[in-house]
Nanobody, 129 residues
Framework: QVQLVESGGGSVQAGGSLRLSCVVSGYTYTASGVCMGWFRQAPGTQREGIATLYTATRHTYYADSVKGRFTISQDNAKNLYLQMTSLKPEDTAMYYC?????????????????????WGQGTQVTVSS
């Protein structure tokens, strides 16, 4: 059974930093790679894709809203991370990690949430001004 468990959320003042973690278990990675992503959803809004990473190439993609401030990465155990710096109040949201098999390296960057099969339960990030 595939499980993704996020952690690392919390409350921080504007300009601060947080590092989110996503522990992945039960997933069989193949040499062809897996598309991993971070998404967020603020109350009353649609879920937004903010970063993707393709495991085989480590190629990354960022939405304009977080480019230059957030960094997606993965360790050798295939756990996923999101380093967030220069946080703004508009970054306040529930953050989710997700995994999608069957997507190649060309299709992964900025892939829509409907393509992702496995999701974590989310971790809340609150940024105060």
């Amino acid at each position: 059974q595939v499980q993704l468990v996020e952690s690392g959320g919390g409350s921080v003042q504007a300009g601060g930093s947080l590092r989110l973690s996503c522990v992945v278990s039960g997933y069989t990675y193949t040499a062809s790679g897996v598309c991993m992503g971070w998404f967020r959803q603020a109350p009353g809004t649609q879920r937004e894709g903010i970063a993707t990473l393709y495991t085989a190439t480590r190629h990354t993609y960022y939405a304009d809203s977080v480019k230059g401030r957030f960094t997606i990465s993965q360790d050798n155990a295939k756990n996923l991370y999101l380093q967030m710096t220069s946080l703004k109040p508009e970054d306040t949201a529930m953050y989710y990690c997700a995994a999608a098999g069957g997507i190649d390296a060309v299709q992964c960057p900025g892939r829509q949430q409907t393509a992702f099969t496995y999701w974590g339960q989310g971790t809340q990030v609150t940024v105060s001004s």
